[in-house]
């Protein structure tokens, strides 16, 4: 996400660097390159126009202050002008009392509706909520059947009525359902629709009316273009929107929709959906999002991940362990998995300041991590308590349980050591200075290392069995 | 309706923005100039032409009236329309049928691009054409993919092989493979489940579909195809190459043209890779697929 802008944006600052002050020239010259930079990462034409305009004026009137470096000083204006750009936002959902607190979900077929319908039950479940989902598109084949499987997932009841013909009367009904079965949130999952479908764009604007919800939003797949802003003006003229749920954001977007869109609807973007699992959705923060994308990192956003994984016993349990050097390989089993919820390395790793630019094209293969867990569950209670008795008999009979080579197996152990040492040290130390050491670990130990980096012997790539590789399908 | 004004009134919503915005940009009786040159690169970047091919598009106005070939702002829509057709050799938009026995059409794309819908609407276009058509069901993942499909085979009259939700989507390849030999079948569709393509494992996945088909039947697939949101911005570069480095995208099946006010991304996805748009995909019902056809689409993109 973002890796395009971020790298264009990185680079224009680098040229900035070694120049004595800001003039109006050189900014004319840098803005020009923000501006390609932008539209390339289908930033909105008018967008980037004024988001130029607007960081230019600033650049050239800043120039008095003398204490910061010219690039230190274009990166601060870039990064305010990106934080003014796509907020202030307040992602919080006015609950009324009594309920129910209806939310409605509208946006173009595939956006994502119904899996962003199942995420927002999971979250309103989290906040101790008892959400209820009701099935008003009638039109995509299946539909039902797919809002229903999901909330099976999480564990929400449905609401449908499989003859009907009218969405009005659904959501009415299924609002009159929550009452009685004592529900205190509904959200409405409608079909998606063309903003130039003025019927189907009839039938949303009348389930708005008639429902009157307090929470109307748009359902937005961040990879959309130039288009973005032409879908979210339609409809938030038709339906007054709350605010935007931008889908997707996991994959390598350009960025676009999420830096366009509040310019042109005054309507902020108030979650993201980054993955495919239920719990993948995120409240969003326009200075956390724009410090990512300059390269900044977003420190807040993994400490929430991380205390969300973690509670507050294991993790005391866990810090004894580590003081005392009795950190076990199943405890770093515990760990790896914890961390493989959170997301994917890469992702993790960008977060932490000072990392993104240092990540670079650096190819971390998560199959890696599949292959020392399967390493890591070949041994017996013995060897994962104290890895050192592992000889060459063992590390024979441990490889061919995870389907392995012998000298990946002495690799795992010939590192944990020094690992348990490091965390030892790192005990009592704030996370980002645990992170920070961390990752110095591992980049001084990718070098003859433990997490190999790149590429692996085809005899490990086999080591994933046919249950494994289904699991890891089903995350 | 003739296949022109089929397409036209599809794209009326696609023409209506980027014919006024081209419009509004080349006016009648007015000489080229530099700032001619310059609102036309706006007005390509507005529709999703991209930044890459714009500056090529561009390059190539600013040549023709630098050597006087166009001196008037009303002629560079023909002059563009021109090159713009040139780009497309008229092999690579066939349909490779298999010799004989079933021809494999594996279809792939991103969640929610449309790739269920874009399998019915082949479907149909197939039956149509007097073909025997069979669809599998690959897509296990998403909640009532399977359903989706199979509703979708009752309306337009085709069989269907399917397995539950959560399958092995290999597995239902290999059925669907054996199904359409045993009944001989003209065509075999295969409907996938939706992947980011940064998402490296499920990339994979789709990969071993591929070569489970490979193994089944020789010369399978004849086609696959990339489902391509039309409102899709620039992304639909990286997409379109990911999924090549694991399964050999030999086409691009555009859907929801309909909705886009911003057909330019046909232009600059073929201008960016060697894919050739197949079909493209105009509305919700069976009926609105069409065999893609440069010179009737960029015409009707660029008409009055």
Known sequence: ???????????????????????????????????????????????????????????????????LRPADMMVKIVHDELVRLM?????????ISPGPTILLMAGLQGSGKTTTCGKMAKLLLARAKRPLMVAADLKR????????????????PVYTERDQQNAVKVCRNGIAQARKTDRDVVILDTAGRLAVDEEMMDEVARIATTTNPQQIYLVLDAMTGQDAVNTARVFNQRLELDGIILTKFDSDTRGGAALSVKHVTGKPIKFVGIGEKMEAIEEFYPDRIAGRILGMGDILTLVEQAQRQYDQEEAA?????????????????????????????????????GMGDMMGDMDLDEGEIVRMEAAIQSMTPKEKANPKIVDASRRRRIARGAGCDPSDVSQLVKQFEPMRNMMKAMSGQSLPQRLKMGMQFSK???????????????????????????????? | MGLFDRLKNGLSHTRKKVSASFRSVLRIGKKIDQDTINRLEDAMLTADFGPATTQKLVDVVRSGWKKGEIVEEQEVTDYLVRHIVAMWPESDRRIHFAESGP?????????????????????????????????????????????????????????????????????????????????????????????????????????????VVEKKIPGAPHEVLLVLDATIGQNAV????????????????????????????????????????????LGETPDDVEPFDPGTFIKAMFAD
């Open chain 2, 238 to 281: 990286n997409q379109a190459r990911q999924f090549s480095e694991h399964v050999s995208v030999t086409g691009i099946f555009l859907a929801k043209l309909d909705g886009s006010a911003k057909g330019g991304i046909v232009v600059g996805i073929r201008d960016q890779l060697n894919v050739p748009v197949k079909f493209v995909g």
């Open chain 1, 1 to 67: 996400m973002f890796d395009a802008l971020s790298e264009r944006l990185n680079s224009v600052f680098r040229g900035l660097r070694g120049r004595g002050k800001i003039t109006e020239e050189n900014v004319s010259e840098v803005m020009r390159e923000i501006r390609t930079a932008l539209l390339e990462a289908d930033v909105n034409l008018e967008v980037a126009r004024a988001f130029c305009d607007e960081v230019q004026q600033k650049a050239i009137g800043a120039e008095v202050i003398k204490t």
């Open chain 1, 444 to 475: 001084a130990m990718a070098g003859g290392g433990l997490p190999r980096l790149k590429g692996s012997s085809t005899a490990s790539r086999r080591s994933l069995s046919k249950k494994d590789r289904r699991k890891r399908r089903k995350r």
């Open chain 1, 87 to 95: 907020g202030p936002v307040d992602p919080k959902i006015p609950f």
């Open chain 1, 317 to 353: 349990k866990l810090e004894a362990k580590m003081a005392s050097g009795k950190f076990a390989l199943d405890d770093f089993l515990v760990q790896l998995r914890k961390m493989r919820q959170m997301g994917s390395m890469k992702d993790l790793i960008k977060k932490i300041p």
């Open chain 1, 141 to 156: 084949p299946a539909a039902i059947d797919q809002l229903e499987v999901i909330g099976q997932q999480v564990g929400t």
């Open chain 2, 103 to 211: 021809t494999v059409i594996l279809v792939s794309g991103i969640n929610g691009s449309g790739k269920t819908t874009s399998v019915a609407k082949l479907g149909h276009y197939f039956t149509n054409q007097g073909k025997h058509v069979i669809l599998g069901a690959c897509d296990t993942f998403r909640a009532a993919a399977v359903e989706q499909l199979s509703i979708w085979s009752e309306r337009i009259g085709v069989q269907i092989v399917k397995h539950d939700q959560g399958a092995d989507p290999g597995a239902v390849a290999y059925d669907a493979c054996e199904a359409a030999t045993a009944r001989k079948a003209d065509v075999l569709l295969i409907d996938t489940a939706g992947r980011l393509h940064t998402q490296d494992h499920l990339m994979r996945e789709l990969g071993k579909i591929q070569r």
